[in-house]
């Protein structure tokens, strides 16, 4: 039986990320970590949702992931905005400074991926025994909406980070035919005709400075 698709589901499917879409460079994660969706703040959710994308003011959250994208941006960034490393991290999302574009693969936040929050039952109608049809609707129903866009919008570099689930980045931009090159002595896998890079996950553990030095010179060259 096809699973039935959840209003809220589908309007968290709709929100593609936060920064300039229309910038040359996207990076693309897993999902949103670190917290989830309770039904205090379900409106408040969806009120962002009813946009394509977002900006914000303050990136304050401490997060391996943002910190690494901070980093991999300030060399070539920080002179255009004359800002000092800390502030561009706080300012990294806010519209006058942004200039990357972060979107997930799957839409609904979580802590971790072993977690599942009890209440996205009744918010998606996923249960954690439902995972299968969650993931099969993510790929039939968001990864699509993601990778028009991404067609529309053709970025110069597209980043995608998490070794657990690059099959999914393959799924996501149609990859399974394309030829790629695994770069030396990395973790990163890199197909030229359409200039992604799959990389490991962004916390200070799974990329090493190599890794992270070989992202900053792609990305100064742009």
Same mark, same amino acid.
């Given at each position: 039986?096809?699973?039935?698709?959840?209003?809220?589901?589908?309007?968290?499917?709709?929100?593609?990320?936060? +920064?300039?879409?229309?910038?040359?460079?996207?990076?693309?994660?897993?999902? %949103?970590?670190?917290?989830?969706?309770?039904?205090?703040?379900?409106? %408040?959710?969806?009120?962002?949702?009813?946009?394509?994308?977002?900006?914000? =003011? *303050?990136?304050?959250?401490?997060? =391996?992931?943002?910190?690494?994208?901070?980093?991999?941006?300030?060399?070539?960034?920080?002179?255009?905005?004359?800002?000092?490393?800390?502030?561009?991290?706080?300012?990294?999302?806010?519209?006058?400074?942004?200039?990357?574009? *972060?979107?997930?693969?799957?839409?609904? =936040?979580? &802590?971790?991926?072993? /977690?599942?929050?009890?209440?996205?039952?009744?918010?998606?109608?996923?249960?954690?025994?439902?995972?299968?049809?969650?993931?099969?609707?993510?790929?039939?129903?968001?990864?699509?909406?993601?990778?028009?866009?991404?067609?529309?919008?053709? =970025?110069?570099?597209?980043?995608?980070? +998490?070794?657990?689930?690059?099959?999914?980045?393959?799924?996501?931009?149609? &990859?399974?035919? /394309?030829?790629?090159?695994?770069?030396?002595?990395?973790?990163? *896998?890199?197909?030229?005709?359409?200039?992604?890079?799959?990389?490991?996950?962004?916390?200070?553990?799974?990329?090493?400075?190599?890794?992270?030095?070989? &992202?900053?010179? &792609?990305?100064?060259?742009?």
């Amino acid at each position: 039986m096809i699973h039935e698709l959840n209003e809220n589901f589908m309007a968290f499917c709709k929100f593609l990320g936060s +920064g300039d879409i229309n910038s040359k460079i996207w990076f693309v994660g897993i999902e %949103e970590g670190g917290k989830t969706v309770t039904k205090k703040n379900i409106s %408040e959710q969806l009120t962002i949702c009813k946009e394509e994308t977002t900006f914000f =003011p *303050l990136a304050s959250d401490n997060t =391996p992931v943002w910190n690494i994208i901070a980093e991999l941006l300030f060399s070539k960034y920080s002179n255009i905005h004359k800002l000092k490393d800390t502030e561009y991290r706080q300012k990294m999302f806010d519209e006058k400074y942004s200039c990357f574009f *972060l979107t997930e693969l799957f839409p609904l =936040p979580r &802590l971790n991926n072993s /977690s599942w929050e009890e209440n996205y039952t009744e918010l998606f109608g996923y249960s954690q025994s439902d995972y299968f049809d969650y993931l099969s609707d993510v790929r039939s129903f968001r990864f699509p909406i993601i990778y028009k866009k991404w067609i529309e919008k053709r =970025p110069t570099i597209t980043i995608c980070f +998490g070794s657990t689930y690059r099959y999914e980045f393959i799924n996501l931009f149609q &990859l399974g035919h /394309s030829r790629f090159i695994n770069l030396p002595d990395t973790g990163i *896998l890199n197909y030229p005709k359409e200039n992604i890079l799959l990389c490991p996950f962004f916390n200070y553990r799974t990329i090493k400075n190599k890794e992270r030095d070989i &992202l900053k010179e &792609l990305i100064n060259k742009l």
